[in-house]
């Protein structure tokens, strides 16, 4: 039986995830008996031993796995179980780096090469390095040293495409780092995933910025644009580039185009100092200056907002998107892309979609009854209460549908 995984670095992290699992193999056996009766239940533990690896590692287990995992099943220790499964390489290669790849395209398409977006979520899952962080910490993962890659390159997709093709499982292979230290970004202008290059080359190219916003909203909290329209928001913020009359109608403006715009421009405006270099094939961070993108059709409608720094406001705190769940322990407004990462992943809405997204993939379904949306509900708050460990979520979600 496993009690421990191996990532966990330091002893206080050890002994909260030790108490955690213990409280969720609880849980889960308390789900468990419910659905089947005593002799039935131990007499399934092989068979679900079975489909809890297949759900989460997509290979057969050998059987020394199948066997200590139904074990740990037959004795009620479900989230133990479910590490097991984790700890083969395919969970890594396979199952998270597909669950994550659609984030970084605009075509949401797992058939691209491994990058550096992908590589990062890959590492925080690995390393229990709490998800929260995603849209905000200055964090990178590469390949290790010794493997024989190419260096790793702010300008280029070499390094990743080359571990990719290694054959060395990203379980093993991933090292942790810092954009700064790898690409030169300030500390305070990193963002987690949203200033890799993958996310950078997909949705800072040309445009205004906000393809940025609204596919950050699409993948980590599981609402695209027209699910978070308020016509009720003060419109002061709309940028110079939308027409106050498209079309010579200015009803389409006050019941269409501001819905969206009075929320998602000041928001967006925190990347207002970022870019993408096709030519050199980089990110680019202009300190104290603003993109000339912002300023993209500004004679659209001059007296709109013209774009003076980074600052930005949540006008979503209030109004009907207050139902998003909104931190309390933060200001609602910043400097930036990091301190709006850090708005977005404290919402309710960021963690029950990090739920929705991996019971999709676990489950192989969307969650489809009362029952369902219970659970995930409560997995969602065992997610914030324990630290943002995603690989915990895996567990917990596919010990729920192991058993369909």
Known sequence: MRMIPRWFPRQDRRARSIAARVTANAACAVLLASALAPSQALGDARTQAKRLHDRLAGVPPGSAVLDEMTADIAAGRFIDAAYTAM???????????NFAMPWTNRDQSVFEPLNDYVATVVGMVRDDVPFNQVLSEDILYTGRSGLGLPAFSPANNDHFEALEKSG???????????????????????????????????????????????????????????????????????????SRSPGGDSRIFLNNCITCHSGMDPLAQAYAYYDYDETTGRLVYTAGQVRPKYFNNKETFRPGYSTPDDRWDNYWRQGRNSSLGWSALLPGSGQGAKSMGQELAATQAFAQCQVEKVFRNVCFRDPSDAADRARVGAIAASFQANGYQLKRVFAETATYCMGD
């Open 87 to 97: 700890e083969n390489g395919a969970f890594y290669d396979v199952t998270l780096k």
């Open 168 to 242: 060395v499982s990203l379980k093993d292979a991933l090292a942790r780092t810092t954009q700064s230290s790898m690409t030169g970004l300030p500390p305070n202008a990193t963002a987690g995933v949203i200033t890799s290059r993958a996310a950078a080359k997909a949705f800072f190219i040309a445009g205004t910025n906000r393809a940025m916003f609204r596919f950050t909203l699409i993948n980590h909290l599981c609402r695209d644009l027209e699910q978070l329209q308020d016509g009720t928001r003060p419109a002061d913020r709309i940028r110079q580039d939308v």
